[in-house]
């Protein structure tokens, strides 16, 4: 299938950051023309006032969390894991996850995303979702030193590296190795998980340094703080995904530059769960660090919408620091788009032969208007409603707001008996 954008403002993201009005054509999955008028057919023409940017890539989201939205609100993230969520995740089921993470990827395909890195039980299963629902994603086979309804922790490393070759040669999955955390992994479990990503030369992603509480725990158990158990046990490398480090120092904002690691910033999860600390941003990016954004799970955000991440990612900073300039609206551009594209191997642009993941934005819409700096209104005025077309690998996942490839009302019909399932409750719906 090909697709025409006429007439379109394309954020191209490109080394300038380029900005102009230009037709772009799709074809074979790749950008295959960008200029003034593109003279051939297509199998489909998408017209209108819109902007074209390079898809959104989400580093850190938990995906079957959807079904738990709403569910133990306004508690401190400790409280919130060990009497609501992780109880609750003892009694999941393939199909219950396989629910949940459709109506996850169908909340990101309609605003935006075109490329996930996931972390959760059941990842197999994810994984299959994912690709039959054609999102480009980064699974992570999530280990843990307790039992969970999937498995038994013991069987979790060779259930990986069963995971990792079933995955590794496909096109739109690649498979990650996921170990929960330095608090819920001990020394030798986050040594076996880093081996088995250097074997496998495939990415490793953990959270870190995420409450002051995680901090302290971690010192009094091991003697060292989250990022330097990291580091010991061999999995800290240029394919090291960190999420949230919102209490990290300064000489750890210079260890993860120095490692090439990433770091996955989720403001509006770490600000509903008060974690406290702030992700330093701005000393990141100083030290050249890779920082990213991400959604974390529906559970504690509570939507999947990147663009509304963007907008807090610049926002929280201004504040924080009393400055308005320590982040700009093009940073957080980059840091949700190219940055994270870049880190994962991924085409970064919408430019001519690069992959065709594509957001389109509509910009006939109260909210955008009037248009005088399109980084500006992308970041501080989007919103995942204004997305219109969503494209993966130069296929329409979302197509002028209708799904070609899955039934959207079954998905969400599905969802919420899922979630009925799962969750002992008032049902409203």
Same mark, same amino acid.
């Given at each position: 299938?090909?697709?025409?954008?006429?007439?379109?403002?394309?954020?191209?993201?490109?080394?300038?950051?380029?900005?102009?009005? #230009?037709?772009?054509?799709?074809?074979?999955?790749?950008?295959?023309?960008?200029?003034?008028?593109?003279?051939?057919?297509?199998?489909?023409?998408? $017209?209108?006032?819109?902007?074209?940017?390079?898809?959104?890539?989400?580093?850190?989201?938990?995906?079957?969390? *959807?079904?738990?939205?709403?569910?133990?609100?306004?508690?401190?993230?400790?409280?919130?894991?060990?009497?609501?969520?992780?109880?609750?995740e003892q009694r999941l089921t393939a199909d219950l996850v396989a629910a949940g993470a459709r109506l996850a990827l169908l909340e990101m395909v309609a605003s935006g995303t075109t490329c996930v890195a996931d972390m959760y039980f059941f990842e197999d299963t994810i994984a299959r979702i994912c690709?039959?629902?054609?999102?480009?994603?980064?699974?992570?086979?999530?280990?843990i030193d307790f039992d969970t309804a999937e498995m038994a922790a013991e069987e979790m490393i060779p259930a990986c590296e069963a995971f990792l070759r079933q995955w590794r040669r496909d096109d739109l999955i690649s498979p990650v190795v996921a170990p929960h955390s330095t608090y819920s992994c001990?020394?030798? *479990?986050?040594?076996?998980?880093?081996?088995?990503?250097?074997?496998?030369?495939?990415?490793?992603? $953990?959270?870190?340094?995420? *409450?002051?509480?995680?901090?302290?725990?971690?010192?009094?158990?091991?003697?060292?703080?989250?990022?330097?158990?990291?580091? #010991?046990?061999?999995?800290?490398?240029? #394919?090291?995904?960190?999420?949230?480090?919102?209490?990290?120092?300064?000489?750890?904002?210079? $260890?993860?530059?120095?490692?090439?690691?990433? &770091?996955?910033?989720?403001?509006?999860?770490?600000?509903?769960?008060?974690?406290?600390?702030?992700?330093?941003?701005?000393?990141?990016?100083?030290?050249?660090?890779?920082?990213?954004?991400?959604?974390?799970?529906?559970?504690?955000?509570?939507?999947?919408?990147?663009?509304?991440?963007? #907008?807090?990612?610049?926002?929280?900073?201004?504040?924080?620091?009393?400055?308005?300039?320590?982040?700009?609206?093009?940073?957080?551009?980059?840091?949700?788009?190219?940055?994270?594209?870049?880190?994962?191997?991924?085409?970064?642009?919408? $430019?001519?032969?690069?992959?065709?993941?594509?957001? &389109?934005?509509?910009?006939?819409?109260?909210?955008?208007?009037?248009?005088?700096?399109?980084?500006?209104?992308?970041?501080?005025?989007?919103?995942?409603?204004?997305?219109s077309s969503t494209i993966i690998n130069g296929k329409p996942v979302m197509l002028e707001r209708a799904f070609p490839l899955f039934d959207a009302q079954a998905v969400m019909d599905h969802a919420r008996q899922a979630a009925h399932q799962l969750v002992d409750g008032q049902r409203y719906f």
């Amino acid at each position: 299938m090909s697709i025409l954008i006429r007439d379109a403002l394309v954020l191209t993201q490109d080394a300038e950051r380029s900005i102009a009005c #230009k037709d772009v054509f799709i074809e074979d999955g790749r950008i295959a023309e960008i200029s003034s008028r593109v003279p051939v057919e297509a199998s489909y023409v998408i $017209t209108g006032r819109n902007l074209v940017m390079p898809g959104l890539v989400n580093t850190h989201t938990h995906l079957p969390m *959807t079904l738990m939205r709403g569910y133990g609100d306004d508690l401190p993230l400790e409280q919130w894991l060990t009497q609501k969520i992780w109880p609750v995740e003892q009694r999941l089921t393939a199909d219950l996850v396989a629910a949940g993470a459709r109506l996850a990827l169908l909340e990101m395909v309609a605003s935006g995303t075109t490329c996930v890195a996931d972390m959760y039980f059941f990842e197999d299963t994810i994984a299959r979702i994912c690709r039959e629902m054609g999102m480009r994603a980064f699974p992570g086979f999530s280990i843990i030193d307790f039992d969970t309804a999937e498995m038994a922790a013991e069987e979790m490393i060779p259930a990986c590296e069963a995971f990792l070759r079933q995955w590794r040669r496909d096109d739109l999955i690649s498979p990650v190795v996921a170990p929960h955390s330095t608090y819920s992994c001990s020394p030798e *479990t986050l040594s076996a998980a880093a081996e088995l990503a250097r074997r496998y030369d495939v990415y490793l992603h $953990t959270h870190c340094s995420e *409450t002051r509480q995680e901090v302290y725990e971690v010192v009094e158990r091991y003697g060292c703080r989250p990022l330097e158990q990291v580091e #010991k046990t061999g999995a800290l490398s240029d #394919k090291t995904i960190l999420a949230h480090c919102g209490w990290i120092t300064k000489e750890e904002v210079r $260890t993860i530059a120095r490692a090439g690691a990433c &770091v996955s910033h989720n403001p509006v999860s770490n600000m509903k769960l008060a974690t406290g600390g702030y992700t330093p941003l701005p000393e990141l990016l100083a030290a050249g660090a890779t920082v990213t954004l991400g959604t974390d799970g529906a559970a504690s955000n509570n939507t999947l919408d990147l663009l509304e991440s963007m #907008k807090y990612a610049a926002l929280i900073h201004k504040h924080h620091r009393w400055d308005a300039t320590v982040v700009s609206a093009q940073q957080v551009l980059d840091m949700a788009t190219v940055n994270a594209a870049r880190f994962l191997g991924l085409s970064a642009t919408v $430019t001519e032969g690069a992959a065709a993941d594509l957001a &389109v934005i509509d910009l006939d819409a109260p909210g955008l208007l009037p248009l005088h700096d399109p980084v500006s209104q992308v970041v501080y005025a989007a919103q995942g409603g204004h997305v219109s077309s969503t494209i993966i690998n130069g296929k329409p996942v979302m197509l002028e707001r209708a799904f070609p490839l899955f039934d959207a009302q079954a998905v969400m019909d599905h969802a919420r008996q899922a979630a009925h399932q799962l969750v002992d409750g008032q049902r409203y719906f």
